[in-house]
């Protein structure tokens, strides 16, 4: 059939550069998950690359012509296309609780919400890899002290380790985005395991930096803190100032005084 048409709605801009493409699928390490999840293949020249590699592939596409595409030329793919909306999906009607990696050339409208779902599926994810717009690519992985580092750069850090690993020019693409795009690479940390109510932490953190520029005091006042813990130095920072383990200690403060 012939080739599918990007749609602006989808977000759609398929990489037509080949040697970026295998260098995206070699950014997984294969080791401790047997199955792997593309999101968004498009006509699959990511795909073909991934299907070269030790592992089950399986791609999620939510566009129809794509999916025509994907079975008309790949016949390796059939039984492991899911025409569904990641955000959406219930992965473990695919998946059952099984381990697994996630990678995709991800639509820009929704990248931060892909990572946000691939983090409330934490337990299963392993690593993930693949090309953001290059600020939020960035930004996943920015450390304290920046402008760009923000919600999203503490919640992944504090479940794995994030890596920026190259930037992909707008020319490589068709048709081709407004902007540069990154790549990154998220491995799981060994103990991903939170030293603290987890819920309470991801509050913690997106209750901060939705008023960054002011101090913890009085960003986190809707958590009705205690005078005794308000007085408490670390609140004096902005949350910016903050990195994982601090922002981990806060939790554990806020825990104990609510005790």
Do not use: W
């Not at 693949?130 to 580092?149: L, N, P």
């Amino acid at each position: 059939m012939d080739k599918v048409k990007a749609k602006k709605h989808l977000g759609q801009h398929f990489l037509t550069d080949e040697n970026i493409a295998k260098k995206i699928a070699d950014t997984l390490h294969f080791e401790g998950y047997d199955n792997v999840l593309e999101i968004g293949p498009g006509m699959g020249v990511l795909t073909k690359y991934l299907l070269e590699k030790p592992v089950n592939t399986y791609v999620i596409e939510i566009d129809t012509e794509s999916v025509d595409y994907l079975n008309a030329n790949y016949p390796k793919l059939h039984g492991h296309i899911i025409s569904q909306d990641f955000l959406k999906y219930d992965i473990n009607k695919t998946f059952e609780g099984k381990q697994f990696a996630i990678i995709g050339n991800f639509p820009y409208n929704i990248s931060s919400q892909i990572v946000f779902r691939a983090l409330e599926l934490r337990n299963q994810v392993a690593e993930f890899s693949g090309m953001f717009q290059k600020e939020v690519a960035e930004r996943i992985c920015e450390k304290k002290g920046s402008k760009t580092y923000g919600i999203l750069s503490v919640l992944v850090q504090a479940f794995y380790d994030a890596e920026y690993l190259f930037t992909v020019h707008e020319n490589v693409f068709n048709p081709p985005p407004k902007v540069k795009s990154g790549v990154l690479r998220l491995k799981r940390k060994e103990n991903y395991a939170l030293p603290c109510n987890e819920r309470l932490f991801f509050t913690v953190v997106k209750t901060g930096f939705q008023q960054r520029r002011k101090t913890l005091r009085n960003s986190l006042k809707s958590l009705n803190l205690s005078e005794n813990l308000r007085e408490d130095t670390i609140f004096d920072l902005r949350p910016e100032q903050l990195d994982v383990e601090q922002f981990i200690a806060i939790t554990q403060k806020i825990e104990a005084d609510a005790i």
